[in-house]
């Protein structure tokens, strides 16, 4: 408590450094270059959509469901791979845990706070997109599996981005993103849950 204390008291802290890593970690992302490939997807997901929808072989709703993963993916990869130079931090491993509260060293850190909620917020979209994937599973075995997904993949950036020098390798990314993943997939679970209620009392009204 004493060290949570201490990091709401940095006056303006938290803001400052939110500002400061955002432009960091955006720095190298064309925003032009992205939203052309944005709209060459959206355009061939349509064309194709349009196709699949006269067979009747998917829904409209699925069309932009794939328009949202596939904008998701481009994002993160953009994020945490493609914007940074090759080599630019080769080799640098982090093995301890530190989501900056200061639970271990106790020395808290709003900087190191601020990119673990931006590193959990990165993966909720994770958790939400991808637990309609898992229809045929039962509820809590859902929300586990893709919470392992969001670990994996997680792990695989990870590795990416130690092999090519493009980023640090960080356990403590892997647990936030591991809690962004699990907070994304049960607000999910959360939603269809209340949508069968909502369907199964109309249902039963009509």
């Not at 204390?5 to 955002?22: K, R, T, V």
């Not at 301890?96 to 200061?102: A, H, K, S």
């Not at 601020?114 to 809590?140: D, E, Q």
């Not at 792990?155 to 990314?173: A, Y």
């Amino acid at each position: 408590m004493e060290s949570l204390g201490m990091i709401l008291s940095m006056n303006g802290g938290f803001i400052q450094d939110l500002a400061e890593i955002l432009k960091r970690e955006t720095e190298g992302i064309n925003i032009v270059d992205h939203l052309l490939m944005l709209v060459v997807e959206t355009l061939v997901i349509l064309l194709l959509g349009r196709v699949f929808l006269k067979k009747g072989w998917i829904s409209n709703w699925k069309v932009i469901y794939i328009m949202l993963v596939l904008a998701y993916i481009n994002m993160l990869f953009s994020i945490t791979i493609f914007n940074r130079m090759p080599g630019s931090r080769e080799g640098i491993i982090h093995l301890n845990i530190n989501l900056g509260f200061g639970l271990r060293t106790g020395h808290p850190s709003s900087w190191v706070l601020t990119f673990s909620l931006l590193n959990i917020l990165l993966f909720i979209p994770f958790g939400i997109l991808a637990y309609p994937i898992f229809r045929s599973y039962k509820r809590v075995l859902r929300i586990l599996v893709v919470t392992m997904a969001g670990a994996l993949t997680s792990l695989g950036i990870e590795c990416i981005q130690l092999v090519t020098g493009r980023g640090m390798f960080e356990i403590s990314d892997l647990v936030t993103n591991t809690a962004g993943s699990f907070i994304g997939v049960v607000m999910a679970a959360v939603f269809y849950h209340i949508k069968e209620r909502v369907m199964k009392g109309k249902a039963t009204n009509i």
